[in-house]
């Protein structure tokens, strides 16, 4: 059965960690397919390409980026390439598989902080 589009992210931008395989993967055609055009960031270069060209050739807007959310020298630059292309951003799907939790800031705000999006 496939579910109804609601557009509900129309005009906006979606940063999507993890984005080369598992959930990341699922959920960057999600946002993409809800209108909003989409950043795949991920450690894995080549498969987070493959995302975005996924969400491109379904009419989507889409950019590859490499990330380790580890790093914040990656996140900064994530966001730039993100602000570069889209220039703005209004949804976050921070997603890895690590021992300890990564966690950045968007100016002074908290996107995603232990596992938990505040």
């Known amino acids: 059965m496939t579910e109804p589009v609601h557009r509900r992210f129309e005009g906006k931008t979606a940063l999507v960690t993890g984005a080369a395989g598992g959930i990341g993967r699922a959920t960057a055609p999600a946002f993409a397919r809800e209108g909003a055009a989409v950043v795949a960031a991920d450690v894995t270069a080549g498969q987070n390409e493959q ?48 021992s300890e939790p990564a966690a950045f800031t968007i100016g002074h705000a908290p996107v995603m902080d232990g596992g938990q999006t505040t």
């Open 51 to 98: 995302t975005a060209q996924l969400i491109r050739e379904q009419d989507g807007r889409a950019l590859a980026v490499t990330c380790d959310v580890t790093s914040d020298q990656d996140v900064r630059a994530a966001l730039d390439a993100l602000i570069g292309e889209f220039g703005h951003l209004e949804a976050s799907a921070v997603l890895w598989l690590c």
